[in-house]
């Protein structure tokens, strides 16, 4: 029997460096049943030539590029909205996925009629070189866990919307995947643990991500302005999130 079609969300802005291996990473996949949705968020680079050259090789990449730059939670929705399957998952432009990603999760998903999973992931530096660093999950998600522990790597997530609902990208600079999660935990769904690495998450030193105090200033609105905590429950949060957020690094 057919597998469902799995839709890859990638939004990219100046990857020329990174995103070629990314999309290899998909297009090596042991599950083949997948569309490839790249949004470009006008870039400066020459990411546009790249990936139009390799979206030209297989007809499952479809690729749009925006005329304005307007900051990867717009990106990330367009490429939701030009979704034919109702498998989301989400991959980042420098990130790479493992070849087993995809059948691993899809069999975990519909085996237990789950709609939301995430999984442990590796670190690789610039080049693509192993950190020989694991973070691993920490079982099964609910909302209040997620609120003091922000451990779901992006580039990990598979959701089901015919279970979680319609996906749509809240618009914060760096934690909008944070805030997207929260949302979906929030009406009472769980995020499943695959425990195994699927993804090597690519550690940049000039990623928006790695400036700490942007993140934290990002997060702190997403408790504040979303999720709406008071302040002593969203300091307290915080808190054990840049406890974990240590922890994790060590």
Avoid at 130 to 138: A, R, V
Avoid at 161 to 173: L, N, Q
Avoid at 220 to 237: D, G, I, M, N, S
Wanted: charged share 25%; proline share 2%.
């Amino acid at each position: 029997m057919e597998q469902p079609l799995v839709s890859v969300i990638m939004p990219c802005y100046n990857m020329a460096q990174f995103v070629t291996d990314s999309i290899r990473s998909v297009v090596a996949q042991t599950n083949t049943n997948w569309e490839l949705l790249i949004v470009d968020d006008a870039s400066t680079d020459e990411t546009v030539e790249i990936v139009r050259n390799l979206s030209h090789d297989d007809e499952r990449i479809r690729f749009e590029v925006k005329t304005q730059h307007s900051g990867i939670a717009d990106t990330r929705n367009q490429c939701i909205q030009m979704a034919r399957g109702h498998y989301l998952a989400f991959l980042d432009a420098d990130d790479i996925w493992h070849p087993e990603k995809l059948e691993t999760q899809l069999r975990f998903m519909t085996e237990n009629k789950v709609g939301f999973t995430y999984s442990t992931y590796d670190w690789i530096d610039e080049e693509g070189h192993t950190l020989n660093k694991f973070i691993n999950t920490i079982g099964n998600l609910d909302y209040e866990t997620y609120l003091r522990n922000t451990i779901i790597g992006c580039s990990t997530v598979m959701v089901d919307t015919d279970i979680v609902g319609s996906v749509i990208i809240p618009r914060f600079r760096t934690s909008e995947d944070t805030a997207t999660w929260l949302g979906i935990l929030r009406k009472g769904h769980l995020a499943y643990a695959i425990e195994v690495p699927l993804v090597s998450y690519r550690i940049r030193r000039k990623s928006a991500s790695s400036n700490k105090i942007l993140a934290s200033v990002d997060l702190w609105r997403v408790y504040r302005q979303q999720e709406k905590l008071p302040l002593v429950k969203a300091t307290t949060c915080f808190i054990s999130y840049a406890f974990n957020a240590i922890k994790k690094r060590l």
